[in-house]
């Protein structure tokens, strides 16, 4: 039998869900530390929810084992598990107003708590989601946002050992998103319970989260923090799915101790020497480089350059986007095709913009180019 | 068009207000009216054989509605984890029950249930334990006409709970798990109340239904006599302003808990459930 | 609670209900349909085909239902469809509920009373009166196929206003629009894309208005006065009066085949279709 991680507050091991012929999850491995913001983060149908579900207990594992707090609860139903979830659409109970909402799991408890006791703790709960005062409304009279924090009220009343928040977000519109972004990140920081959060949204996830756990085809591809997941994606996918990035596909042509060669399919051979466990990778393998749009410097002079170019080229200004604090670049090289590139404005090297049409000198240091295989 | 619809308005309210109109008729004809007078309806309220009728309408209509209405709502219930064949043959005997005419039911019911008793009464007056008193004779009167109406309204509260069953947010029943309401508390808690207006429903229009019946009751009531039946017998035997008076009830009373129904149903729907 | 054994108890009560009250009593049908009339009426065991093959003896019976059936369907559909496009397309939303509402109701009330009100509309004292101070003398509508007609429409026109209502509503106005845009006239707008459309709608109110129609008793017991006489007529005289159960048992077998047949006509036309 495997072991939890004793520290970690949920811990799935070689957990694998099915419903039928489709498997939603496949062998799962994964730690959720206590304290933690953890996002799970993938595109539609990749199994996200179904791995939240399995933590708070509506479906169970068809293989593997799901702890909390080094319990296994395999079997153990929703409501004698410690966790509490905000819906996706809140799932708030209509027939109830927002006072009995919030005060709903504490009734459920045996032995109840005295009434003076829930009474104060509900108050308690709206003053900390700022909804003093609201106690008698009805669901339907408040607006999204407020239904988003009586849900959160009516999990956190409970003191749950992780708080699971499947899209909880992504019902608001964009404006409130934000505020409600913040808002969260303060509240669990307040609060100190776990949260575990489901998006599809990157830039949910990677501005709220102290880890991000990437999914893919039901499968975890990467789990690390956002910095970890922008610097040092393991391949090509999370490179993607993590902020933008330029994908130059080819194979490995040669490795050293200190750096590899990439032989682009285009022809031209690039040297890069970071990127995670190269020491994987062999001759002739296909890989594709990636650099990010603000990693690339672009120059009218070549003197300009830093002196440790990994890449150096002339390509044409296509289009040119002033998104204020930086220029968005989209450029053309007749080898590597169409790139993009971001450019802070005071860094800019010359005394003007690059015009549209223009060829400008484009170049990337060495170790910014990640080599990254191409799955 | 818009007169057509007028027109076809009055028609459908004409025949209604005709007989509320004559039941305050002072005249005992119908076609010249004497001025206002509430006397017929101290004559039916005087009359007997229409109280008991009534009384019996009552009985039969509170106690079918009841029935009805409970056991509909568990086979509703039971009936969403129910797949497959099993299901399909429900959902069959369901719509069966809804759409066969009531005259078929009721000599249906009629022949079949005289033929039992027919068998049973010998062998309950043989094997009817003594200490119990005496044997039971089984014939048709309120039990089957009770039971009969039960079916059919029992069908129609089953497909009214499912509607509402089926457009209930699941994530309800989830919510109410994740904050530790066993499954047994959850039914009370969170399903019932989200239910409820369709079950009242179901039970007001199945003591509508049952109220109103003539047709089955007419073959299956045996002795007894509904309010209905009292009426069709009245009518038989020659028109008279008594029958406006108790049309003219019978008309609020439904109408009353139709509209009731109908306002359970569509009204605000999922949101002022226990209001 | 939600065990499978706990859900097969909740099915418990509905289950035995329709066995007994529905499933039996239709298979009693069934089997007394192939049996003999005692002496004293009732039935009498044995397998003959003679109930069947006497069913002419109550031609008239089938000849009435099967006429005035299909044209009361029709003359309900031609009443309900003006209706029914005047709600969907040209009513404001806002009025729509309430005038669902009053075309539902009155379905719901008694039959019994409603059509006694048209006892008197078009009795002698009534309709014929009227015309009669207009200079039309001698109109006798009481106790006549129309009278019988009349009183199906008005019974039956709610039924049929519904499905049509919500085949048009589901329509798409900006289809009309496009029509309109690519140069139809109303008229041919309404040919080529409204009807069409609603199709599916009027098959299911014939088929509600047929087939409950089949089994009607009240409207020509009560307006056609014993010369209109349909199947349900010849059934309540074969089972009350004459009590010739095995024969009245073979008619309602061919009743229900005939609903059965419509039903499954209709299954083959309209449901395949939609799908
Ligand atoms: N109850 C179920 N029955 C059958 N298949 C299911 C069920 N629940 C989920 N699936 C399947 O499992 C896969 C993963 O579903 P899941 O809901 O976990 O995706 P998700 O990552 O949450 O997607 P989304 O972002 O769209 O919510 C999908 O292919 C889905 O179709
Ligand atoms: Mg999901």
Redesign the interface.
């Known amino acids: 039998m495997l072991s939890a991680d004793t520290d970690a507050v949920v811990s799935f091991r070689n957990v694998t869900k099915r419903y039928g012929d489709v498997t939603a999850a496949a062998h799962l491995d994964l730690d959720v530390t206590a304290g933690e913001f953890l996002s799970f983060l993938g595109p539609s149908g990749c199994g996200k929810t179904t791995s939240l579900r399995m933590i708070?207990?509506?479906d169970q594992p068809s293989e593997g084992e799901v702890f909390l707090e080094g319990q296994r609860v395999n079997g153990v139903?929703?409501?004698?598990r410690p966790?509490?979830?905000v819906?996706?659409?809140y799932?708030?109970?209509?027939?109830l107003n927002i006072e009995e909402n919030v005060a709903?799991?504490l009734k459920?408890?045996a032995p109840k708590p005295p009434s003076k006791e829930i009474e104060m703790r509900v108050g308690e709960m709206l003053e900390l989601v700022q909804l003093s005062g609201f106690n008698k409304r009805?669901?339907?009279e408040m607006s999204g946002g407020q239904q988003q924090r009586v849900a959160l009220a009516?999990?956190l009343i409970?003191k749950p050992k992780v708080l699971l928040l499947d899209e909880p977000l992504a019902a608001l519109d964009r404006k409130l998103r934000r505020e409600m972004q913040i808002e969260l990140q303060n509240l669990q920081r307040n609060v100190g319970i776990t949260f575990v959060l489901v998006t599809h949204d990157q830039e949910e996830a990677l501005s709220m989260s102290d880890r991000v756990c990437i999914m893919r085809e039901g499968k975890i591809v990467q789990i690390g923090s956002p910095l970890d997941l922008y610097d040092r994606p393991i391949n090509r996918y999370v490179a993607d799915f993590v902020g933008k990035s330029n994908f130059f596909d080819g194979a490995i042509d040669r490795i050293d101790t200190t750096a590899v060669n990439v032989k682009l399919d285009c022809g031209l051979m690039i040297k890069a020497n970071t990127g995670p466990d190269l020491e994987s990778f062999e001759s002739g393998d296909p890989v594709c480089i990636s650099v990010r749009p603000e990693q690339v410097i672009l120059a009218r002079k070549e003197e300009q350059l830093p002196a440790d170019c990994g890449v150096k080229i002339k390509a044409r200004v296509m289009n040119r986007i002033f998104l204020g604090e930086h220029t968005e670049y989209l450029l053309r090289d007749e080898k590597l095709g169409e790139f993009l590139v971001l450019s802070p404005r005071q860094n800019e090297r010359s005394e003007r913009p690059f015009d549209k049409d223009e060829v400008v000198l484009a170049a990337w240091s060495r170790d910014t180019a990640l080599v990254l295989s191409s799955e | 068009m818009r007169i057509y619809t007028l027109a076809v308005y009055l028609f459908l309210y004409i025949p209604i207000g005709i007989i509320v109109l004559f039941s305050f008729n002072a005249g005992r004809h119908a076609s010249d009216f004497h001025g206002f007078s509430i006397k017929w309806y101290g004559t039916v309220l005087a009359n007997p054989f229409a109280m008991e009728a009534l009384a019996t309408s009552l009985i039969v209509a509170s106690t079918t509605a009841v029935l009805a209405s409970i056991f509909g709502t568990m086979a509703a219930l039971a009936l969403q984890k129910v797949k497959g064949r099993i299901r399909a043959i429900y959902d069959a005997a369901i719509y069966i029950a809804i759409m066969i005419p009531g005259i078929v039911i009721g000599i249906a019911t009629l022949i079949a249930l005289v033929t039992a008793f027919k068998f049973l009464n010998p062998v309950l007056e043989n094997f009817w334990p003594g200490f119990l008193g005496d044997a039971p004779h089984l014939n048709m009167g309120y039990a089957s006409v009770i039971a009969s109406h039960t079916m059919f309204t029992m069908a129609l509260v089953i497909v009214i709970v499912r509607a509402r069953i089926s457009g209930m947010?699941r994530?309800?029943i989830?919510?109410?798990?994740?904050?530790?309401?066993?499954?047994w508390?959850?039914f009370w808690?969170?399903t019932l109340?989200?239910i409820f207006p369709a079950i009242l429903a179901g039970f007001l229009l199945s003591f509508t239904f049952s109220f109103d019946d003539f047709i089955i009751a007419f073959f299956v009531a045996g002795t007894e006599t509904t309010l209905p039946l009292y009426v069709f017998s009245s009518i038989r035997r020659g028109v008279t302003p008594e029958i406006n008076a108790i049309g003219t009830m019978v008309l609020t009373v439904s109408l009353t808990l139709l509209i009731t129904a109908q306002f359970l149903l569509r009204g605000r729907g999922?949101?002022?459930?226990?209001q | 609670m939600y065990g499978s054994w706990a859900n097969r108890l909740l099915l418990v009560p509905a289950t035995v209900w329709l066995l007994v009250m529905l499933v039996l009593p239709l298979l009693v049908v069934i089997i007394f349909s192939f049996g003999e009339r005692g002496t004293a009426g009732g039935y009498v065991p044995a397998f003959t085909l003679e109930q069947y093959a006497n069913l002419s003896a109550r031609f008239t019976a089938f000849k009435n239902t099967l006429l005035l059936a299909p044209t009361g369907t029709f003359l309900c559909l031609l009443v309900a469809y003006p209706l029914a496009y005047f709600l969907a397309v040209k009513v404001h939303p806002k009025w729509k509920t309430l005038l669902l509402v009053m075309i539902i109701v009155p379905f719901w009330t008694s039959i019994l009373i409603r059509t006694y009100a048209w006892i008197f509309i078009l009795g002698g004292q009534g309709l014929p009166k009227v015309l009669g101070f207009l200079g039309i003398e001698g109109v006798r509508l009481i106790n006549t196929p129309t009278a019988v007609l009349i009183g199906i429409v008005y019974a039956y026109l709610p039924l049929m206003v519904f499905p049509v209502y919500v085949s048009l509503e589901k329509l798409d106005k900006r289809l009309l629009e496009a029509a309109s845009d690519l140069g139809s006239s109303p008229i041919e707008a309404f040919r080529n894309v409204t009807l069409p459309l609603s199709i599916p709608g009027v098959a299911t109110g014939c088929m509600l208005v047929f087939i409950l129609l089949m089994g009607e008793f009240l409207i020509p017991a009560l307006l056609g006065g014993g010369k209109v006489f349909f199947i349900g007529n010849a059934l309540v005289d074969l089972f009350l009066q004459s009590r010739n159960w095995a024969y009245g048992s073979a008619v309602a077998a061919t009743l229900v085949i005939i609903m059965l047949v419509t039903v499954s006509i209709y299954m083959k036309l309209v449901v395949r279709n939609q799908q």
Do not use: C, K
Request: avoid cysteine.
């Open positions: 708070a207990g509506f139903p929703a409501y004698r966790v509490n979830m819906f996706q659409h799932a708030l109970f209509p027939h709903y799991g459920q408890r009805r669901i339907w009516r999990a409970n | 947010d994530a309800l989830e919510a109410s798990a994740d904050l530790y309401a066993t499954p508390r959850t808690q969170v109340p989200q999922s949101q002022s459930s226990t």
